[in-house]
């Protein structure tokens, strides 16, 4: 009896083992023979992941040749890896080495690992050698700079992507890494200042430009931080594509409200933060983001967050937008399964008819870093608990979380607790720190308070709030920064019989 081979086995059951593969060994198995190398082209490529430097620009000029590939794409990754924006010279490189192998000693320390040695110290071989490739990557990073040679390849490459559904721009490891970047010899020992947000920027507009010309029909986005600036009506962004998001299913996003190029870590600008913070802020007023929200009615994920670069405490300055400036007014998607909603400003009220009118299609919620303008967190919590106690959904509050007393006295005094995060809970743990055990088991408090359906109380309260410890404050009042017309303090419109129930809380 003949042995029994792979490319012996009915095309239908190869497919079912290349589904249980990882990416490596499909790409292996695709060398095997033209028959796997076939069936193999529908798994091994769906996703294509690059950085802005000819190696991998090269590699996509390569790829635009092989249609019978190209037509098995349906995402593109366009990673946010740069070297430093500011050209060095060799003395200069030489420092950022030095400076380099002092913190890995000072990280030690803090984390005590004293005894551990630090990274091994180049020679002056190897100096050279990686300032070398750092002029050879600069030089070739200015150019795709200078002559946008990324946005004539993209739009090149998506005309020829006939199944392209996913583009996702990211400048941090969560939604996308390249294992073997080019950059990576480089940025070890010399980061000098790069403003990945507005970077971020430029990258997502080449996207969006290409996705433009080809007229595609996203159905998932990614992007991850970008600056606020992409939504500026006058620049080009996802405003400009809205008639291509109605297919739109998942959409996530993280917007850079305060860049973290202004000054050495621990030597922030007040006036810088609350500068950027102003203009996210009337950015987001604009309404350019409502609209593109509003223009996606099959939305099944939602993630949408801001993020602040600073050394600063939590809640130290204004919020960066608001949920009523954020979301489509009165907002229902009706298949919405999935939603997070990261450091915006809003009420207890708007907060919980928003949850309320998607109550019934949510399955995984997150609220993180959420502010209460006039209310509480104390009043919240229990609205929360009447929407999905015992629905099975997965709720949790995560991070700081603020807002201010009400009080019969109408005294507003301001409240904060710190209820944990996952991904701190991960950093602690590659770097070898204990955990957060008390914010850990109020986050697991108040998520179990929310979701299970059994007699409990709020376990938010005052004699477990987290206050800051108090410095003397060197900023102005914060009127200096604002002018009159600048309402960062928003006041909220909305209909008490739409939560009947709710509301007598």
Partial sequence: MAAVTLQCLPAEMIHEIFKHLDLSDQRTLRLVNRHLGTIA?????????????????????????????????QSLIYVVDTISLERQTFEMYTRAVERDDILKVSVGKWLGRESEDPTKKLTPAELRENFDRYTQFFDEQEDILVQSRDHEMLKQLVS??????????????????????????????????????????RHLQAMLKAVHASAVRLQTFRCYSVHYDIFDPQSFGLHSIMDLLGNMTYFELGIEAVED????????????????????????KSGTLQRVLGSMPNL?????????????????YPPPAFLDHVLPGRAKWPKLKELLLGNVMTDRVPLA???????????????????????????????????????GADVAITDFIMSVSETDDGIMVPEMWELGH??????????????NADNNQLGLAV??????????????????????????????DEDDFFDDEDEFFWEDEFEDDELPDLIDM
């Fill in 160 to 201: 020829k992507l006939p199944n392209l559904k996913e583009i996702n721009v990211s400048s941090d490891d969560e939604t996308a890494s390249v294992k073997n970047s080019p950059f990576k010899e480089c940025r070890k020992v010399c980061d000098g200042p790069f403003e990945d947000g507005r970077m971020s920027t």
């Fill in 261 to 284: 190029a202004h000054m050495p870590i621990g030597m922030d600008d007040p006036h810088e933060i609350f500068g950027d913070l102003l203009e996210c802020n009337k950015t987001m």
């Fill in 41 to 73: 082209n529908e798994y091994a490529l769906k996703k294509v992941t690059f950085c802005m430097c000819k190696q991998d620009f090269d590699m996509l000029a390569e790829l635009m040749k092989q249609p019978d590939l190209l037509c098995h794409i």
């Fill in 422 to 435: 996952p991904e701190w809970d991960y950093v602690r743990k590659e770097f070898g720190m204990p955990e």
């Fill in 300 to 316: 099944v994920t939602l993630k949408l967050s801001f993020v602040e670069y600073h050394g600063e405490p939590q809640g130290s």
């Fill in 447 to 476: 998520k179990k308070y929310i979701t299970v359906k059994t007699k409990q109380e709020c376990p938010l309260r005052e004699d477990n709030m987290h206050f800051w410890e108090s410095e003397e404050d060197e900023l102005e």
């Fill in 353 to 391: 008819q928003f949850l309320h009118r998607h109550q019934e299609t949510l399955k995984w919620v997150r609220l993180d870093q959420i502010r209460l303008a006039k209310t509480s967190w104390m009043k919240l919590l229990p609205m929360l608990r009447k929407l999905f106690a015992g629905t």
